[in-house]
Structure formats: structure tokens, C-alpha cells
């Protein structure tokens, strides 16, 4: 059975999912490493919490490929799947948010750099993940080339929004999912078609023996008229031969 995206519960996990994405991010910069950090209660609890990201990100995407995929199978057995509304569907929800997301960093990042280029989130401090955000692109290649979901893969992430890869990966495994798919259903309906035209083709032979065994029966009267017994004894005579003198010939 499938779930309905306004589905309650699973949405409010989703959400949950998302807050501790946020989290993780902020903590890379904002918090210094775990190891340098001082190791009392209140610090365990609050590295920790903020320690799940990956597997929030993993639940994330788990969720939203149970919908997507749920949506295109049914349009897929109900033979309204198309290409183009899929991937303008697919496309203008990761917009919405993603487009905005580019334009603000793009200002944000300018801004930091040109006045606030002494930052340890700018300049990488390693107590702070290594991040190097003056040394992140933010030219128009790599802004277009994150608009169409090749951050990470063609092009660079841009500018401080190091985990955009993610976002790229997400469109194109809706497009792998949706050919696999696909191929299935028509893999499937090959072997359909190819079943049922053996099927016909054998209750097609079926059906012209019985025509043939009918056609021979009304001919002569009786089945029994092709048996050896009723050929002239011209015919069968050497076969009574071959059983010998002995053997009556009838």
C-alpha cells in the first residue's frame, strides 16, 4: 500500500530528518571538532545530537524516494507515465528551494568575503572541519552548473553550500529509478506479448489438426479407413510377406 504524502507522522519524521541535517551542518561551523572540545556532559550530549546528519540525510532521502517511487509506479501500471511532466515535476520542486538557496549564498558568500575574509569559516580553520569557504567557487559556470544538479559531479559545489552533492545525486537517482522501472515494465510486457503469441499459435495448431482430423473423418466415412487394413492388398501385400507364410493375411 503506498503512503499519501500528507501522511502525518511520516512527515513529521521527515521534518525531523531535516532539523538534524541542519544541525549538522551548523555545528561544522560554528562548533570546533569533538576532540577539542571540552568532553563533560552537557558537550557529549550536544555533539551527539548533532553527530547523526548522515544517517538524518540517509532517512531523508529513504522517505522521499518511498513517495517519488510510489507515484511513478502506479503512473507506470496505469500507463500515464511521461517523461516530460516526471522530470518537470522533479525538476521545479528541487527548484523551488535550490534556486532561491543559490541566489543567497551567492550574496552571502560575496559579503563574507569582502568584509569578513579574516573568519575561521572563511579561511578554513582545521579546529573547524577544514572548510575553506573563501576558496569555494561562486562564478557563473559552477552557479548554472549546481541549477542543473551537476554540483559534485561535473562542477564544484558552489560557494559555501558544500553539500549540495547531495541534491545532485537526489535528481539523478529519480532518473536512474525511473529507467529501471521503465525497463522492467517493457522487459515484462515483452515476455507477455511473447507468451501469448506462443499460446495463440498452439491453440492455432490445435485447432487445424482438428479441422484436418475432421475433414479426413467426413472424407471416407471413418477413421478406420486409413489403417492398412482397408488399403487395397497390392499395397499391403509385402507386408504380409514379411510376417511370413504362416501369418494370415487379412
Same mark, same amino acid.
Given at each position: 500500500?503506498?503512503?499519501?504524502?500528507?501522511?502525518?507522522?511520516?512527515?513529521?519524521?521527515?521534518?525531523?530528518?531535516?532539523?538534524?541535517?541542519?544541525?549538522?551542518?551548523?555545528?561544522?561551523?560554528?562548533?570546533?571538532?569533538?576532540?577539542?572540545?571540552?568532553?563533560?556532559?552537557?558537550?557529549?550530549?550536544?555533539?551527539?545530537?548533532?553527530?547523526?546528519?548522515?544517517?538524518?540525510?540517509?532517512?531523508?532521502?529513504?522517505?522521499?524516494?518511498?513517495?517519488?517511487? $510510489?507515484?511513478?509506479?502506479?503512473?507506470?501500471?496505469?500507463?500515464?507515465?511521461?517523461?516530460?511532466?516526471?522530470?518537470?515535476?522533479?525538476?521545479?520542486?528541487?527548484?523551488?528551494?535550490?534556486?532561491?538557496?543559490?541566489?543567497?549564498?551567492?550574496?552571502?558568500?560575496?559579503?563574507?568575503?569582502?568584509?569578513?575574509?579574516?573568519?575561521?569559516?572563511?579561511?578554513?580553520?582545521?579546529?573547524?572541519? $577544514?572548510?575553506?569557504?573563501?576558496?569555494?567557487?561562486?562564478?557563473?559556470?559552477?552557479?548554472?552548473?549546481n541549477v542543473f544538479f551537476m554540483g559534485g559531479i561535473r562542477v564544484p559545489t558552489f560557494g559555501?553550500?558544500?553539500?549540495?552533492?547531495?541534491? $545532485?545525486?537526489?535528481?539523478?537517482?529519480?532518473?536512474?529509478?525511473?529507467?529501471?522501472?521503465?525497463?522492467?515494465?517493457?522487459?515484462?510486457?515483452?515476455?507477455?506479448?511473447?507468451?501469448?503469441?506462443?499460446?495463440?499459435?498452439?491453440?492455432?495448431?490445435?485447432?487445424?489438426?482438428?479441422?484436418?482430423?475432421?475433414?479426413?473423418?467426413?472424407?471416407?466415412?471413418?477413421?478406420?479407413?486409413?489403417?492398412?487394413?482397408?488399403?487395397?492388398?497390392?499395397?499391403? $501385400?509385402?507386408?504380409?510377406?514379411?510376417?511370413?507364410?504362416?501369418?494370415?493375411?487379412?
Open positions: 500500500m503506498l503512503v499519501s504524502a500528507d501522511n502525518g507522522p511520516i512527515n513529521i519524521l521527515r521534518t525531523v530528518a531535516a532539523l538534524f541535517v541542519v544541525l549538522g551542518h551548523a555545528r561544522t561551523l560554528l562548533l570546533v571538532d569533538y576532540d577539542n572540545a571540552p568532553h563533560n556532559g552537557a558537550q557529549v550530549a550536544l555533539y551527539g545530537v548533532t553527530a547523526i546528519g548522515h544517517q538524518a540525510v540517509v532517512v531523508f532521502f529513504v522517505l522521499s524516494g518511498y513517495w517519488v517511487g $510510489g507515484s511513478l509506479l502506479r503512473k507506470a501500471r496505469q500507463g500515464r507515465f511521461s517523461w516530460p511532466s516526471y522530470l518537470a515535476d522533479r525538476t521545479t520542486r528541487l527548484w523551488v528551494v535550490l534556486v532561491p538557496a543559490l541566489v543567497l549564498t551567492l550574496a552571502l558568500d560575496a559579503i563574507g568575503r569582502r568584509y569578513f575574509g579574516a573568519m575561521t569559516a572563511c579561511v578554513g580553520d582545521p579546529r573547524y572541519g $577544514g572548510v575553506a569557504l573563501d576558496q569555494r567557487p561562486i562564478d557563473g559556470l559552477t552557479f548554472f552548473g559555501s553550500i558544500t553539500a549540495l552533492w547531495s541534491l $545532485g545525486f537526489e535528481f539523478w537517482m529519480y532518473v536512474i529509478a525511473a529507467i529501471i522501472l521503465l525497463s522492467f515494465f517493457v522487459l515484462r510486457s515483452s515476455f507477455a506479448g511473447a507468451a501469448g503469441s506462443f499460446s495463440s499459435s498452439s491453440r492455432l495448431a490445435q485447432r487445424f489438426s482438428s479441422v484436418i482430423a475432421f475433414s479426413s473423418t467426413s472424407q471416407f466415412g471413418s477413421s478406420e479407413l486409413w489403417s492398412p487394413r482397408a488399403l487395397p492388398a497390392s499395397i499391403h $501385400g509385402p507386408t504380409a510377406s514379411i510376417r511370413g507364410p504362416c501369418s494370415p493375411c487379412v
